[in-house]
């Protein structure tokens, strides 16, 4: 018998009553997780995650020797909020809140701007309006230079080209990690200066 409060069976539960939000077929696996958190650890500044979901990138990140109290999340699903708070350590900040509202929310608590925005929320299956949004968030909030990581199932980047124009982003193709449900690719994007 499962174990009902397992990342697994959360994720389930929440495909069930939201697919279309959930927009994945399983939660990320292990292996997507660590190729996302690669090259973070102890000396890392601040790092803040859009759409967490059940945690696993989370986990991984806190794994690779980053501090929890440098680490906030913003994830707008209330009970996948609910399983953050209750599996992750204590210092771990978690807003319930959508991505587009982090740079009011963090206002004033990140000096020099984060190191990193790590986001799992499914860009592709979002109106344009709403990702640019997203995207435009997470700009905000990083340091210059700082990257955006993100994943996508898809066979190209999921930003589109005039976006990735608009926005003046370099765009670099990271590890194609096949041990995930389905496959995906990383991507990481930063704002040219």
């Known amino acids: 018998m499962s174990d009902p409060n397992s990342d697994f069976s959360v994720f389930r539960r929440r495909l069930l009553q939201n697919p279309r939000q959930m927009s994945a077929v399983a939660p990320s696996s292990r292996h997507l997780a660590s190729a996302m958190a ?9 790092v803040v995650e859009f759409g967490p ?3 696993s990138i ?7 020797g980053l501090p929890p ?9 209330g009970a996948l909020a609910d399983h953050l708070a209750k599996t992750l350590p204590g210092a771990v900040t978690i807003h319930r809140a959508p991505a587009q509202d982090a740079v009011a929310l963090m206002q004033g608590r990140l000096p020099v701007g984060a190191a990193a925005v790590i986001s ?11 990702r640019r949004d997203i995207v435009i968030a997470a700009l905000a ?33 990271g590890d194609r990690v096949l041990r995930n449900l389905p496959p995906a690719r990383i991507y ?3 704002q040219q200066l």
Request: aromatic share 6%; charged share 20%.
């Open 38 to 46: 690669a090259g973070f650890g102890p000396d890392t500044g601040p």
């Open 53 to 55: 979901g059940t945690g």
């Open 58 to 64: 989370t986990r991984a990140l806190l794994k690779c």
């Open 69 to 77: 109290e440098r680490l906030t999340l913003f994830e707008l699903d």
């Open 120 to 130: 799992g929320l499914p860009l592709l299956s979002m109106p344009n309006a709403v």
């Open 141 to 173: 909030l990083l340091a210059p230079g700082a990257p955006l990581v993100q994943f996508t199932y898809g066979p190209r980047p999921p930003l589109p080209e005039d976006l990735i124009a608009a926005l003046n982003l370099t765009v670099e193709k």
């Open 188 to 190: 990481r994007f930063r």
